[in-house]
Every structure is written in structure tokens, then in C-alpha cells.
């Protein structure tokens, strides 16, 4: 089960050796995916315990892994995180509580120590069959039918040996989880007009484009396994980068920011 950590992991310290404008922040998410399995290790080797799926209730499985996480941050992190990193190590257990249980009810793509802490403790959920409570989110097919939370990339993956053309799934900004999704609709606002949906892709970053909305002006990343079977479309997005600068001078906005803030 650790082996969805190891491939992002790997896949980060390869991309970021390479010459690219993304190497700082693959080089720092790889170290932050390092301090996010150890919080999913932590959780997974706990003794008679699985996840309630009860938030509130489960903290006090996650809160003894904080700290590590917290030091890691503070040293790899950029300097306003290291920073944040350094105020929480010495915040009350109750506020620390409170702001992660603020997230898991109301999720915002801004809260980045609780979105990355919560990752992990998700994903566990998912493989222990634990259902996640207190998360009365938005439903629909645009929305994780595990969590309910927003995708955080597109993906295309070929299912059928003889298909011409892959699957469309989307990756769970929450739970790390996926769904099938349809090729042509807007997994924003759900338009599925083709004339209102865009697309731009770089031969830099050929396995990775911009799928972009027209009507609610928002966009996803979409990484082809197709093209790269071997890819990890949480860090390849990444890696892809440069293509949010184009998205955003076009006037879309990122349906989900990822953990590094691109």
C-alpha cells in the first residue's frame, strides 16, 4: 500500500533533477510527499486501530506524526511556510485541532498545512474502507464520490488494449483518489459544449495540457498516460508548471491550487 507514496516520491527526485523552471518546487514536493507517507505509515502500523472516518475522533491518532511534518516543512519549505511551520510547532493542540477539522468541513484550496496533513490520513481511509464523516460537501460527478472533494488533475489512461483513446479520470484533491469522468465536460461547471472547451499543451510538456472552460473561465491539468504510461499526474502536473502561467495570463482560474501553490 506504500507503493502510491514510493512512485510519487521517485517520481518527484527524477523530475527534479532536470533542467526545468520546476525544479525547486518538485525538489521541495518531494520532500513534503516523504513527510506525507510517514503520517500514512504512522496511521497504517498503528496497533488494533483503523480510522473511524470521524475526524474529530481520530485525531488523536494523527496529532503525534505533526511534528515531524512540521520540521520538515520548516527546513525544505519556502520561507513563508517555514515560517507558518515554525508558529504551529508552537501552537495549543486545540487550535491545531480546530483548523483541521475547519478544513475537513469546509475545504479550501488555500489551507496548505491542512490540506497536506490530511492527504495521507484520506488516502488511509480509502484503502481501510473507513467512511469519511462531517464532509457534507456538494455532490455530483464533478465532486469525489468517495469524499466529495475537488479534483486536483485529469488524467488519461488507456483501460482496453484495442481502445483507440484512454480513459478520462479525475484525481481527488482530498483523498488521492480517482474517478471516471467524461472526455468532453468541463469538470468544474459541467458545460459540455465543444465549442466552450479549450485545450494548450506545449511540445516541452507533451504529455501534459490545459484543459480550459470557457463558460466558468476555470481550468485542470491533464496528464496523458497514454503518451507516458510511467508518469505520476500529481507531480507531472507539477513539473508542468510553466502551463499555469498561460492559463492565467488567458484568464482562467485553477479549478484546485496543488500543495506547492501553482
Same mark, same amino acid.
Given at each position: 500500500?506504500?507503493?502510491?507514496? +514510493? ?5 518527484? +527526485?527524477?523530475? *527534479? ?77 486545540? $487550535?491545531? +485541532? ?141 513539473? $508542468? ?5 498561460? *492559463? ?15
Amino acid at each position: 500500500m506504500t507503493q502510491f507514496w +514510493d512512485k510519487q516520491i521517485q517520481r518527484a +527526485d527524477h523530475l *527534479a533533477k532536470l533542467s526545468s523552471g520546476s525544479s525547486e518546487l518538485l525538489a521541495f514536493y518531494a520532500q513534503l510527499l516523504r513527510a506525507q507517507k510517514e503520517i500514512y505509515e504512522f496511521l497504517r502500523s498503528r496497533k488494533d486501530w483503523l480510522p473511524s472516518g470521524d475526524l474529530e475522533g481520530d485525531l488523536s491518532a494523527i496529532q503525534p506524526s505533526l511534528g515531524s511534518f512540521l520540521k520538515t516543512v520548516e527546513t525544505d519549505g519556502p520561507a513563508s511556510l517555514a515560517a507558518e511551520a515554525q508558529n504551529l510547532s508552537e501552537t495549543t493542540g486545540e $487550535a491545531f +485541532d480546530e483548523m483541521l477539522l475547519n478544513y475537513w468541513r469546509n475545504p479550501s484550496d488555500v489551507h496548505f498545512f491542512a490540506k497536506a496533513i490530511l492527504q495521507p490520513y484520506a488516502r488511509w481511509l480509502v484503502e481501510s474502507g473507513a467512511t469519511p464523516l462531517g464532509r457534507e460537501l456538494a455532490g455530483g460527478e464533478r465532486s469525489c464520490p468517495f469524499c466529495g472533494g475537488k479534483a486536483q488533475v485529469s488524467f488519461l489512461q488507456s483501460k482496453d488494449r484495442n481502445a483507440e483513446s484512454g480513459n478520462r479520470e479525475l484525481l481527488c484533491a482530498t483523498c488521492l483518489s480517482s474517478w471516471e469522468f467524461r472526455r468532453v465536460l468541463c469538470a468544474n461547471c459541467g458545460e459540455e459544449r465543444p465549442s466552450k472547451l479549450g485545450y494548450f499543451h506545449s511540445s516541452e510538456f507533451d504529455h501534459v495540457r490545459i484543459e480550459a472552460c470557457d463558460s466558468c473561465k476555470h481550468y485542470i491539468k491533464a496528464v496523458d498516460l497514454t503518451r507516458l504510461g510511467f508518469a505520476a499526474p500529481l507531480v507531472d502536473e507539477i513539473y $508542468a508548471a510553466p502551463l499555469d502561467l498561460w *492559463a492565467r495570463e488567458h484568464g482562467y482560474t485553477k479549478i484546485e491550487i496543488n500543495l506547492v501553490g501553482v
